[in-house]
């Protein structure tokens, strides 16, 4: 049986990649994350031999662009979720439009006034 997550927010469906980058963006975009990472990343650059700091600066680099994948994956699918809703919405309101007018046209033909 396939594990299914939701959004906690929305209730929408989410598939295990959303899930997980969701919850990845839920570590990585906290001000204590951000921080942690800039002293972690000055006493590297400060301490370490010019070795290590190319090592760490293409590595956090790459960390960098990963994460920024990730996110636009997740959202990307949002918003795919989000279009299918809007057409619903709007399918919806041109059904009700159409039903209005054709209660109106019976109310004329009968001679009712609202």
Same mark, same amino acid.
């Given at each position: 049986?396939?594990?299914? =997550?939701?959004?906690?927010?929305? !209730?929408?469906?989410? #598939?295990? +990649?959303?899930?997980?980058?969701?919850?990845?963006? +839920?570590? =990585?975009?906290?001000? #204590?994350?951000?921080?942690?990472?800039? /002293? /972690?990343?000055? *006493?590297?650059?400060?301490? +370490? #031999?010019? %070795?290590?700091? &190319?090592?760490?600066?293409? %590595?956090? %680099?790459?960390?960098?662009?990963?994460?920024? &994948?990730?996110?636009?994956? *997740?959202? =990307? #699918?949002?918003?795919?979720?989000?279009?299918?809703?809007?057409?619903?919405?709007?399918?919806?309101?041109?059904?009700?439009?159409?039903?209005?007018? $054709?209660?109106?046209?019976?109310?004329? $033909?009968? !001679?009712?006034? /609202?």
């Amino acid at each position: 049986m396939a594990r299914t =997550f939701t959004d906690p927010v929305t !209730g929408d469906a989410l #598939s295990l +990649g959303e899930h997980v980058a969701w919850r990845a963006q +839920g570590i =990585f975009r906290r001000w #204590s994350t951000m921080i942690l990472i800039q /002293v /972690v990343c000055v *006493a590297w650059l400060a301490l +370490g #031999s010019a %070795s290590a700091r &190319n090592w760490w600066n293409y %590595s956090w %680099s790459d960390l960098a662009i990963i994460v920024e &994948n990730v996110t636009m994956l *997740a959202l =990307f #699918s949002q918003t795919r979720r989000d279009a299918v809703v809007m057409r619903e919405t709007r399918e919806m309101a041109r059904r009700q439009a159409d039903i209005l007018t $054709h209660l109106e046209a019976l109310l004329e $033909h009968h !001679g009712i006034e /609202v």
